[in-house]
């Protein structure tokens, strides 16, 4: 552990906090009355964390803003006066590892995201940050409790440590549909919905039809250049992509089946020959764009506003293509496509419950009561409504039905000018978690009927895979975790390679035997035998 400590101080020794700019805010409301010296004095406490990079939304003009007005409310109502570290968030990175690494001069509370797991359980064995379940048991005032118990069951089970610790507070998501229903929303094939019309070709409900609806659109010109470019963008090196799922298939190395409780590896599952010829069928007739494979972002935006996409893997309730596609465009979210006799296709999907980012309290902190208490702050509905949603009748409005819907007032940098923002735009991710009741009612109000359609469909479809498998996934301890960072290297270097060069062709079916050996070799049953013992803890967790 001292090694580990030297090695990381050493590394970043060049990155002294004298050389990075920070903003240090110091505010300065006090709860109490000049006139009432007997009235309780706030408690101070001092945060760290990282920049927002909005352009045009800033924290330190936040004065300006209204929902910073009602957060500060809520800080003065629990008698606390708060002292704001911010560094600008491209140099925090290194700042966060050698403040922590020091283990001196720590702040009370601090956002330590950008640390893995293993070096926070590492800064927690030394003690340099604390164990937080005893200061829930003794100053919780009962909202964090509420949230992580009831509310968010699910983040509980992510952020305990494989002591049965509980090191850090995260950001909490979950997204409903009239009020009480999980909505997860689909990652999908998404077709061009104007070809189809303009074609007179049926939505496909097949593989089979899709491929020869792409096909049609080939031949028969459908973007009307004269030439036959109408291209499918697809990944073939990872099982992301919503066409592997049309086959049975998890969406990673290895997947998490949660309706099962069970982890799966694409390699072992029984559509996955069928899947690499139908994929070396797309290949063949053109259809599959080799030359956008492990493109970035970039490259496959520029094949899209060119009018040349006609289908692709994206989330189905997405509307930032459509307005980029020049001569103009509609893209449909397909449900899962029947690929093979036997086998149920699959459906992608994000789930409703999420849970990232980390938050903790340094062994410094000079009064864990008021730490707690900020936490209790953070974990109250009204901070969450105000982050998320803002304020009623500036940035959201009720429906009849109760649900609420945004206000849509013009671009960031006209929002910035009115004031017109919630809490997340203006501070989420800084030393501010973010805790979100989102609805679905929102989103479908924004799209298309035919994409709202498609997400009523899809919320309750079985058979599904997520594509978040860690979420599913129980920390894990040190030898569990070095066994799996010593296999992932060759072994998804070696899968990646592998997929590509069968889905394009390049490497036989007839050879399966070996590769599947070669997996094996490399630690596949392994990993899959080390990912289901997490997934067991983590469905064991209360």
Not at 68 to 76: A, C, M, S, Y
Not at 98 to 125: E, Y
Not at 304 to 316: G, P, R
Not at 319 to 344: C, F, H, S
């Amino acid at each position: 552990m001292v090694r580990w400590k030297k090695v990381l101080m050493c590394g970043l020794a060049t990155a002294t906090l004298a050389s990075v700019i920070i903003a240090c805010n110091k505010q300065d409301h006090q709860q109490t009355s000049e006139n009432d010296p007997t009235a309780k004095q706030p408690v101070k406490l001092h945060l760290l964390g990282p920049t927002r990079t909005n352009k045009y939304v800033k924290f330190e003009d936040r004065e300006k803003y209204p929902v910073w007005k009602e957060i500060q409310k809520l800080l003065d109502d629990a008698g606390l006066q708060m002292e704001y570290e911010l560094v600008p968030n491209e140099q925090y990175n290194v700042v966060i590892k050698t403040r922590m690494a020091s283990g001196n001069n720590l702040p009370d509370i601090v956002n330590i995201s950008a640390l893995d797991n293993t070096t926070v359980l590492n800064l927690a064995k030394q003690g340099v940050i604390l164990d937080l379940n005893p200061l829930i048991d003794k100053y919780d005032n009962g909202n964090i409790r509420n949230m992580y118990d009831k509310e968010f069951p699910f983040a509980k089970k992510a952020t305990t440590s494989p002591d049965g610790k509980m090191y850090w507070f995260s950001n909490l998501h979950k997204k409903l549909y009239k009020g009480t229903e999980p909505a997860p929303v689909a990652l999908t094939m998404s077709i061009r919905k104007d070809w189809l019309d303009k074609l007179n070709i049926p939505v496909p409900t097949t593989a089979e039809e899709y491929f020869q609806a792409l096909k049609a659109m080939r031949e028969r010109d459908a973007n009307g250049n004269g030439q036959a470019d109408e291209v499918l963008v697809y990944d073939p090196s990872g099982f992301g992509g919503s066409i592997a799922q049309w086959f049975g298939l998890g969406t990673d190395i290895t997947a998490v089946d949660v309706e099962n409780k069970k982890v799966v590896s694409p390699w072992y599952q029984e559509g996955i020959k069928d899947y690499f010829r139908y994929l070396q069928k797309l290949a063949k007739e053109g259809i599959l764009d080799t030359s956008l494979i492990g493109a970035n972002a970039e490259q496959v935006q520029q094949k899209i506003t060119d009018n040349k996409v006609a289908s692709l893997h994206d989330y189905n309730l997405q509307t930032y293509r459509e307005p980029t596609i020049r001569g103009g465009g509609e893209y449909l979210p397909l449900m899962p496509l029947k690929a093979v006799d036997g086998i149920a296709p699959a459906a992608q999907l994000e789930p409703p419950f999420l849970v990232w980012q980390k938050y903790a309290i340094t062994k410094d902190v000079k009064n864990p009561e008021a730490a707690i208490k900020f936490f209790d702050v953070v974990y109250s509905e009204k901070y969450a409504d105000l982050m998320y949603w803002g304020i009623e009748g500036l940035t959201y409005k009720k429906e009849s039905d109760g649900s609420k819907i945004f206000i849509n007032n013009g671009t960031e940098e006209e929002l910035a000018k009115t004031g017109q923002v919630t809490g997340n735009t203006l501070m989420g991710d800084t030393v501010f978690p973010r805790v979100q009741f989102a609805n679905l009612e929102f989103e479908l109000s924004r799209v298309p009927q035919y994409k709202a359609d498609h997400q009523l469909k899809i919320m309750n479809y079985k058979p599904y895979f997520v594509n978040m498998n860690q979420n599913y996934l129980a920390i894990p301890d040190d030898k569990q975790l070095e066994t799996k960072t010593k296999l992932l290297t060759n072994l998804t270097t070696y899968s990646s390679e592998l997929a590509t060069k069968l889905a394009l062709g390049q490497k036989s079916l007839d050879q399966w035997d070996e590769y599947i050996a070669e997996l094996k070799k490399l630690g596949l049953d392994q990993l899959i035998e080390i990912d289901q013992q997490l997934l067991d803890r983590y469905n064991s967790l209360n």
